[in-house]
C-alpha cells in the first residue's frame, strides 16, 4: 500500500487502500511487534530516514493501536507510540536458548552412521554414546548456527530423511525403548507429501516431537502451540521455505510471530505465498478463529457480504 504497488492478476494496492479506510468504522488494523520485528530485521543507522517513513505509514493505517499481549495470551488493541515500541526492540537483548533435555544414554554404531550426519562430531567426543550432553551439544550448535542457510538445509535435510534412516538400523536409538516409541511417528514428516495426509496426522507429529525433551502438546500455551507447529512445517517437502542469504531461517521466525499476532483476529493479510500456505494449515490444525486471506481475497469476501 505505501509504494502503491498494483500486481495484474493479484491485487492493486491503492484500491486496497482506499477500501481499508472504508473498513475503519467497523475493523482496527493495529499493528504488532511482528510488524516492528520485521522492520527491525534490516535496520541500519543510515536507513532511519526510511524507517520513519514506513513507521510513520504504519501509526497512519494502525490509528496509533498496537496489540498488547494479556496474561493468558488474548491479544488486545491498545494504544501506543509505534516509533517508541520500535525503538525498544532494535536496543533489545537476544534471546537466550531455553531447553531442558531428558533421556537416558545409548551406544551408537559409529561405522553405520552416516559421514555427514550432525550428529557424528558430538558423539565422536563422547566416545560413540548418546547421552544428554550430545543432545544439549547439538542443540547449542543448531542455535548459534540457524542463520547459517547452509548449516540449516544439512538440518533440514537429515530431518526430512529420518524416516529412510532410522527404521532399517539401531544407529541412533535402540528402536524397542518406549523413547524410541514415543517419538517414532515424528520422523515421517519427510516422507508425507499429501496435505490431507499430512493434516489427519499432524498432531501426532507434534506430539511425537514434544517428545523428544518431554513436553506434551496440553502444556504448551498457544504461542507455543504456533511456534512449534509452523516450525515443524519447515520439515515437510509441501510447506518447507527456500533459504538463502537474503531468506534466512530467522524469518520463519518473524512470520510466525506474525501468525501469533494475528490469532485473535478476524482476519490476518498477506501477500507472502508461503506464509499464507503455512498460516492457514496452522490455523486450521490448532483451530484458531482467524481467517488467513490475502488482498483480494478479501476485498472479494467483505464486498459480497
Not at 13 to 18: L, M, Q, R
Not at 89 to 114: C, P, T
Not at 236 to 254: A, H, I, Q, W, Y
Request: hydrophobic content about 35%; some cysteine.
Amino acid at each position: 500500500m505505501k509504494h502503491e504497488q498494483v500486481v495484474e492478476g493479484k491485487f492493486d494496492a491503492i484500491k486496497f487502500k482506499s477500501f481499508i479506510q472504508d473498513l475503519k468504522g467497523k475493523y482496527v488494523f493495529p499493528a504488532s511487534e511482528g510488524h516492528l520485528k520485521d522492520l527491525a530485521a534490516t535496520f541500519k543507522e543510515e536507513n532511519w530516514p526510511h524507517i520513519e517513513k514506513d513507521l510513520s505509514f504504519l501509526n497512519e493505517i494502525s490509528e496509533g493501536l498496537m496489540l498488547g499481549v494479556l496474561p493468558d495470551e488474548s491479544l488486545m488493541p491498545v494504544k501506543a507510540n509505534i516509533e517508541d515500541e520500535f525503538k525498544k526492540i532494535i536496543n533489545e537483548r537476544e534471546a537466550e536458548l531455553e531447553f531442558s533435555i531428558k533421556g537416558g544414554s545409548h551406544q551408537v554404531d559409529m561405522e553405520r552412521l552416516s559421514q555427514g550426519s550432525l550428529f557424528r562430531p558430538f558423539l565422536e567426543k563422547n566416545n560413540g554414546v548418546l547421552d544428554v550432553s550430545v543432545m544439549d551439544s547439538l542443540l547449542k550448535k543448531m542455535w548459534d548456527s540457524i542463520d547459517d542457510p547452509d548449516f540449516y538445509k544439512l538440518l533440514r535435510k537429515e530431518v526430512e530423511a529420518l524416516h529412510k534412516i532410522i527404521p532399517g538400523q539401531d544407529t541412533i536409538i535402540n528402536q524397542e525403548s518406549p523413547y524410541f516409541k514415543s517419538i517414532e511417528k515424528f520422523f515421517y514428516i519427510g516422507k508425507i507429501n499429501d496435505p490431507e495426509e499430512l493434516e489427519e496426522k499432524f498432531e501426532e507429529i507434534q506430539s511425537s516431537f514434544l517428545a523428544i525433551d518431554g513436553r506434551s502438546l496440553d502444556s504448551l500455551t498457544k504461542g507455543q502451540k504456533i511456534q512449534n507447529a509452523y516450525s515443524l512445517l519447515d520439515f515437510s517437502p509441501l510447506f518447507r521455505d527456500k533459504v538463502n542469504k537474503k531468506n534466512r531461517p530467522s524469518n520463519m521466525d518473524r512470520d510466525l510471530k506474525n501468525l501469533f499476532f494475528a490469532s485473535d483476529a478476524k482476519y490476518y493479510i498477506t501477500e507472502d505465498d508461503a506464509t499464507y500456505k503455512k498460516s492457514k494449515f496452522v490455523a486450521r490444525s490448532l483451530g484458531l478463529p482467524v481467517r488467513v486471506v490475502k488482498m483480494d481475497e478479501l476485498r472479494l469476501k467483505l464486498t459480497c457480504l
